[in-house]
């Protein structure tokens, strides 16, 4: 944990190598920008800030809740499109045991549990991804060891599986067929 602090406080301070990491790490160019913005409202314990002493509808932007639309929409295959296999296994463990506990007793109101778990997900994603982010820094020995090490470690690391988001599509069209057919 103050190791992650530590790294943290190291890239608020230096926007350019933050920059370079998260392009490295997160490696699709059209959302790197939004990355860097998260990052700079992420805490030091290596959390989104979702509410402020204001509220949730706090002055700045960056103190609102942190959605992920991608998330939303691709369930638990959004976490194997972003290398967090571990979250991945849960939530599709999770969404496919609520699915057949619903079909099995036939109690059809269990299902919306599997929509409030992606709605849970849907808002903390971003910030389970930047301490992953975080975390492979620590242990690529950022600070400690050559910057091109650290770079390449970041890009082994980081990136994306596009596969992923064909089983994402196959995840949304079965789940929105789900409760067509529950609620019908």
Not at 135 to 159: C, F, R
Request: charge should be positive; aromatic fraction near 16%.
């Amino acid at each position: 944990m103050k190791k992650r602090t530590d790294v943290i406080l190291k890239l608020r301070e230096d926007r350019s190598a933050l920059e370079k990491l998260l392009t490295e790490y997160v490696q699709t160019s059209w959302s790197i920008n939004r990355f860097i913005n998260l990052f700079n409202a992420f805490t030091v314990q290596g959390d989104i800030v979702l509410f402020s002493h204001k509220g949730i509808f706090a002055g700045s932007p960056l103190q609102r809740l942190s959605i992920n639309i991608g998330a939303f929409l691709l369930g638990p295959f959004y976490f194997f499109y972003r290398k967090l296999y571990l979250f991945g296994i849960l939530f599709l463990i999770a969404s496919s045991f609520i699915a057949y506990i619903s079909i099995k007793t036939g109690f059809k109101s269990i299902y919306l549990l599997n929509l409030a778990i992606t709605l849970v997900v849907f808002i903390h994603v971003n910030a389970v991804y930047l301490r992953k982010f975080c975390d492979n820094l620590v242990k690529s020995g950022y600070g400690k060891v050559d910057e091109q090490y650290v770079l390449g470690y970041m890009k082994a690391s980081g990136g994306v599986h596009n596969w992923a988001l064909l089983g994402g599509v196959v995840y949304l069209i079965t789940f929105v067929a789900m409760l067509v057919m529950i609620f019908s």
